[in-house]
């Protein structure tokens, strides 16, 4: 594929990044007044809005109720105008329950959940324009819903895709470079811990290549913990005054890896 | 910066969309020059004072081509005194869509330090990206961002005193950049510019602009649009085929139609062949049944210059020899070319009539090339050499495609030269090995270390022999065998361990992969990898301890396999014999060393497994093969010896297929759908046909159901009147059959897995790795599945895995018409002074000549009978020629007179004469030459 050339020969993508270069982030934290916690986020192109409810009693019978601890519930869904061909996505299909279940799976490693028991947490999601790495996307925007609805946290979980093309491995891939064919990873991550909160692989790899797509996966989404950090600072700082956040401890690296955004 | 990409695209089923892609601008991409302290680069490519070896550009100069530049006039990049030069992205991506060769090549200047050629990435750059505008064509936007480009470098580097110069043969484009003050030139000018111009200009290819010349009337039928050839091959008016011109007559051709196995259509007259060439992908019409043709049985050859026009009329004189014939084929005429199959040519000059002329035909040495005409002011210089030439076009107008000159590869004759001749044409990779492939190499003194002997098994005391061909360098097989105590006997094979050296994905990796197998020549030897390795470090020499692979069975008194195992192993060669050498040991009593010992055990028992496969309907066949003795000085052959074949040859020849059928079968159950596997398919009945019609002109039957019946037919067809006769069977039995072919286990059915020649279910290669690419995969799959070595994620690749047993298939039958083109020419070289008469047996009866074997020289040679004043007929059913009472029919003994034709001085040939039976006005008397006497005087 031609797309892969540039990459062998001179270690550009197509789009102009780096192989370690993340796409550009934005941020938006609040976005909505009505739910108790909602977050914009753009990867690139890929563009995600998420919102929070809860934490607050248990809906729909007694019987889903936690005594120990909350119950996350989360709602993924597409709009229709996400990608370049207009389509329809079933609300609760296979693959959208699919993907609920893998938020909830991430979610419930962040959140300290002991915190409410016998409740529940509501995060909606859904993705505006799609380009790429769209569930990573996804779990980063709830990440920062969370944190606007003030639920508590272990760590900010953050999430990143990689993937490998002769060797070489390439970060936060976008549309085309995931639909190349190549073995696409996901990797949630609880930087402080270093521990990983969901893994997952799409199409085939060779074992000798999963340590080097994992570090880098892990690497990207380090970066990305940073820019959040960052932008949650940001946004605490303009909207409560008495509020001082320190500064993340290790900005040199977030920033070297970073694309060059003028 | 960030910058969206929007372009609308069509899909595969036809709905338009809008695609937004992300384009991210940088303002880390750097110019690379030296001395520039506003960007950081690590490794500057450029020299710090960029000159060029010009009359008119004094100065530092960077020169940027543009892409037509780079598409069209490769070889002027290529050329060495063309250094420090920019490639634009812009550029890069163009010519990467438009052609794969000059990508290709555009590539190796790039990674070729020497160049200094840059890749600046423009596109990324936040000051060199420009949008498209809305009333602009995508060309001219790149025409627009290779200016900007230049024009950012101009600034850029203006404080250091370099200057840009923008090389393109585009009008406007050109106008344009001098508006902006940008320095351009043409290629034409710009390399008449230069100091060495003469040696360049010949390398310019002719754009079309030049060749173009208007006034002209065309010769040719214009081409038809790729569009509307397709439509027409879906409603089936037009046929898509491979076209293959004729050796004999340049105005005649063949298109093999690609639909229909074995149907070719036959193309007439250059009208109808419409500038197609040897192996073109064409498409044709067919031409009603009323016009169609029998193939004409003429040699024409295109000799002397022709004017353009004459081709209409030269189309009729095959037309007339054609009209009085009956037997009809069907006729076609090419209506547009789909690929061409244009390469680099060799050939030698014809120089023009007119002394002063700049324009030239180039004849190819591929005798089905049509010539080429070139614009060289060397003609002088050039005269009596080989050269290589590259085709750019074939206007309409020109009877003659239009070419220029590469490279001149020395005198016509100098055998050198004529090596190198034959290593292009048949596209035999033979530069040498590139400093990045040397750097894989081990370091000398190289010893083996603590490490090596913990993994592998220490075997340096057992007594093993190697026993291969005289003057042998590249050992990489050795054997060995003892009585165990319980009867039985360990039999070992050791192959050198070259996968030790050549880790996969190395550059040494990727070259060997490429050169596939080592290419032997009579008198040259094209190494498949470095000479350090094949003949050194790998290479299983006397005395000396070298890493093996080892297979060791025990097998039983009747050869019957016990059990095996296959090991990574050190071993010490305690002799490295030849064939006669092993043979003489074997046969001399008085000889009980542990050596000669093991050599006759192993003969008894090679001796035992040759008769179990003959059993199973192993083939033997036969081909003539022979050696030149070299004059040590001149290097001239001096003497043709048929090879011998002795018992040590079928010795080693079987313990190979032993370990080469173990081998398949063990890497075949680890890895079952991505080993690589060599199989022989049977050939189909109707390729026999002709061997029955001979064998019973003598009174045998044969019987070609199986293998094994036509094995033991032919073991029965043995003429006690004339001895060669079961030999010559044999040898046309060979022609009978397929080719052999590498294959990977996962793509191809396993009933088809069969290797019919040897009677094996299952078969690869594995003992030979220092030659052939594929026993290394296979030494590397081996050593996985005995866990010896890690695994490689390309191993369970099968795409990856089949087009490299492509390439294998394809450069074995290269090398193999390579290694017999170099017999040839060798055998010319041998006769050139020389009028020989020899004895000869007719091999096959043609319809208009009679092919002859010597079995002396193992040479085959052809008498045309159509030409001759004596009247012959030709019998069908018998497959006989008559003249008067003498009857040739196959397998007769006659006797011939062997002489060099030397009239046309490319394509000096063999020439033989009948002698006996002396027929009156053709054959020739015996008088030139007194074979004694000659013979008196070589001794």
Redesign the interface.
């Known amino acids: 594929m031609?797309a892969w050339?540039l990459l062998k020969?001179?270690n550009?993508r197509?789009?102009?990044?780096k192989p370690t270069e993340l796409?550009?982030i934005e941020t938006r934290l609040g976005v909505f007044p009505n739910a108790d916690g909602s977050a914009y986020l753009e990867q690139?192109?890929t563009k995600v809005l998420a919102t929070v409810y809860g934490p607050h009693e248990v809906k729909g019978g007694r019987g889903r109720s936690n005594p120990d601890k909350a119950v996350i519930n989360c709602q993924f869904s597409k709009s229709a105008f996400s990608s370049?061909?207009r389509k329809t996505h079933m609300k609760f299909g296979r693959n959208s329950s699919e993907t609920n279940q893998h938020l909830v799976q991430a979610l419930n490693a962040a959140v300290m959940s002991h915190l409410y028991a016998r409740c529940q947490i509501d995060v909606y999601v859904e993705i505006v324009q799609s380009?790429g790495s769209d569930f990573c996307a996804c779990l980063n925007a709830s990440t920062l819903a969370l944190i606007d609805a003030g639920i508590a946290l272990k760590d900010i979980v953050t999430c990143c895709s990689a993937t490998i093309v002769d060797?070489k491995s390439v970060v936060d891939v976008?549309y085309?470079e995931e639909s190349s064919g190549s073995a696409v990873l996901i990797v949630g991550l609880l930087p402080k811990d270093e521990q990983i909160a969901y893994m997952q692989m799409k199409g085939r790899l060779?074992a000798?290549?999963l340590e080097k797509l994992l570090d880098c996966a892990v690497e990207g989404c380090r970066n990305i913990n940073n820019i959040l950090k960052e932008r949650i600072g940001e946004h605490l700082k303009t909207h409560s005054s008495h509020f001082t956040l320190t500064r993340p401890a290790t900005p040199g690296r977030a920033e070297r890896s970073r694309?060059?955004?003028? | 910066?960030?910058r969206?990409n929007v372009f609308i695209r069509k899909?595969k089923r036809g709905?338009i969309?809008?695609?937004?892609?992300?384009?991210?601008?940088?303002?880390?991409v750097y110019c690379s020059f030296p001395k520039c302290e506003q960007c950081e680069e690590e490794k500057p490519i450029f020299s710090s004072n960029p000159s060029v070896d010009s009359k008119e550009l004094v100065g530092k100069y960077l020169i940027i081509p543009d892409s037509n530049v780079v598409l069209h006039q490769m070889d002027i990049l290529e050329d060495s005194s063309i250094r420090n030069v920019i490639i634009l992205q812009t550029v890069y991506g163009e010519v990467?869509?438009r052609s794969a060769i000059a990508y290709k090549k555009l590539?190796d200047c790039?990674s070729n330090p020497e160049k200094k050629f840059y890749?600046f990435?423009n596109?990324?750059h936040?000051d060199t990206f420009i949008e498209r505008d809305q009333k602009e064509s995508p060309n001219d936007r790149n025409d627009r961002a290779i200016r900007t480009a230049a024009l950012w470098y101009q600034k850029h580097l203006k404080p250091y005193e370099v200057e840009i110069l923008l090389v393109t043969n585009d009008q406007s484009n050109k106008n344009l950049a001098l508006e902006s003050g940008i320095k351009t030139n043409t290629v034409e000018k710009f390399v008449k510019s230069l100091k060495n111009c003469d040696e360049l200009a010949d390398k310019l290819a002719l754009t079309r602009e030049a060749s173009s010349s208007t006034g002209k009337t065309a010769v040719f039928e214009e081409h038809l649009p790729l569009s509307s050839i397709q439509v027409g091959l879906k409603s089936g008016s037009y046929i898509q085929g491979t076209f293959h011109a004729s050796r004999d007559n340049y105005l005649e051709a063949s298109v093999d139609v690609y639909e229909k196995d074995g149907l070719s259509i036959l193309i007439q007259g250059q009208q109808h062949m419409n500038r197609a060439m040897q192996g073109d992908t064409v498409a044709i019409e067919i031409l009603p049944e009323s016009e169609w043709q029998s193939s004409s049985s003429l040699i024409l050859e295109d000799d002397g210059e022709k004017n353009d026009e004459s081709t209409i009329s030269e189309d009729k004189k095959i037309l007339q020899d054609i009209s009085n014939k009956s037997e009809k084929k069907p006729c076609g005429k090419v209506v547009g070319i789909i690929k061409r199959n244009w390469r680099q040519f060799c050939g030698m000059l014809q120089k023009s009539l007119i002394e002063t002329a700049t324009r030239h035909l180039v004849i190819p040495a591929d005798k089905r090339i049509p010539k080429i005409r070139i614009e060289t002011r060397q003609a002088d210089v050039l005269d009596g050499k080989r050269i290589l030439v590259v085709i750019d076009s074939w206007p309409r107008t020109s009877r003659y495609p239009l070419g220029h000159f590469v490279r001149n590869l020395g005198a016509i004759g100098d055998k050198k030269t004529e090596n190198e001749v034959l290593l292009i044409e048949h596209d035999i990779p033979h530069h040498q090995f590139s400093t990045a492939v040397r750097a894989c190499l081990p370091s000398l003194p190289w010893s083996i270390t603590e490490e090596d002997l913990k993994q592998r098994k220490d075997l340096r005391d057992l007594t093993v022999v190697s026993v291969d061909p005289p003057g042998c360098t590249d050992i990489d097989d050795a054997l060995h065998c003892f009585q165990l105590d319980n009867g039985n006997y360990e039999v070992g094979v050791h192959i050198a361990d070259v996968s030790h050296f050549i880790k996969p994905?190395t550059a040494i990796d990727v070259e060997a992969a490429n050169r596939a197998n080592t290419v032997y020549l009579i008198d040259q030897r094209i190494d498949m990898v470095p000479e350090l390795l094949s003949s050194n470090i790998c290479s299983l020499r006397g005395g000396e301890e070298r890493f093996a692979f080892s297979v060791i069975w025990e097998l039983d008194e009747n050869a019957k396999v016990v059990n095996v195992k296959f090991t990574k192993s050190i071993i010490k060669s305690k002799a490295a014999l030849t064939y006669a050498e092993a043979q003489m040991r074997i046969d001399d009593s008085q000889q009980t060393d542990d050596v000669t010992k093991s050599l006759r055990l192993l003969n008894k028992l090679a001796k035992i497994l040759k008769q179990e496969r003959i059993k199973q309907g192993s083939l033997t066949l036969a081909s003539p093969e022979v050696r030149f003795h070299m004059d040590s000085e001149t290097h001239d052959p001096i003497e043709v010896q048929t090879k011998q074949l002795l018992e040590t040859n079928s010795m080693v020849e079987e313990f190979m297929l032993l370990a080469n059928i173990a081998t398949a079968k063990k890497i075949y159950d680890e890895f079952p759908s991505c080993a690589l596997l060599r199989r022989h398919p049977e050939p189909p009945s109707s390729n026999f046909e002709s061997l029955i019609k001979s064998a019973e002109s003598k009174g045998f039957t044969l019987n070609v159901t199986s293998g094994k019946m036509l094995a033991e037919s032919l073991e029965k067809s043995v003429l006690e009147s004339n001895s060669y006769f079961n030999t010559m069977l044999r040898i046309m039995a060979t022609r009978c059959m397929l080719q052999a072919l590498y294959f990977c286990s996962g793509v191809v059915d396993q009933k088809d897995f069969y290797h019919y020649g040897l009677a094996a279910p299952i078969y690869t290669h594995f003992t030979s790795p220092i030659r052939r690419y594929s026993d290394i995969i296979v030494h590397r799959l081996l050593a996985v599945s005995i866990q010896a070595d890690?695994?490689?994620?390309d191993f369970?690749d099968k795409k990856k895995t089949q087009n490299l047993c492509n390439n294998l298939n394809y450069r074995h039958k290269m090398a193999q018409y390579a290694g017999r083109a170099s017999v040839g020419l060798h055998t010319q070289l041998f006769f050139q002074n020389k009028i020989v008469c020899e004895d000869g047996y007719i091999l096959f009866v043609r319809k208009n000549a009679i092919q002859i074997l010597i079995p002396k020289y193992g040479l085959e040679g052809t008498i045309f009978l159509d030409k001759s004043p004596v009247k012959f007929v030709y019998d069908e059913t018998s497959g006989t020629q008559k003249c008067g009472d003498i009857t040739f029919s196959s397998f007769d003994k006659v006797v011939v007179q062997i002489s060099i034709d030397k009239t046309h001085i490319q394509h000096q040939k063999l020439c033989l004469k009948l002698v006996s039976p002396y027929i009156g006005g053709f054959s020739v008397s015996n008088i030139e030459e007194e074979p004694p006497q000659k013979k008196k005087r070589k001794s």
């Open positions: 031609a050339e020969d001179q550009f197509l789009d102009g990044r796409r550009r690139g192109n370049s061909e380009d060797e976008n085309v060779h000798d290549h694309p060059a955004i003028a | 910066m960030i969206s899909t709905k969309l809008k695609v937004v892609r992300e384009h991210y601008l940088r303002d880390d990467l869509h590539k790039l890749l990435m596109e990324f936040r994905g890690a695994p490689h994620p369970l």
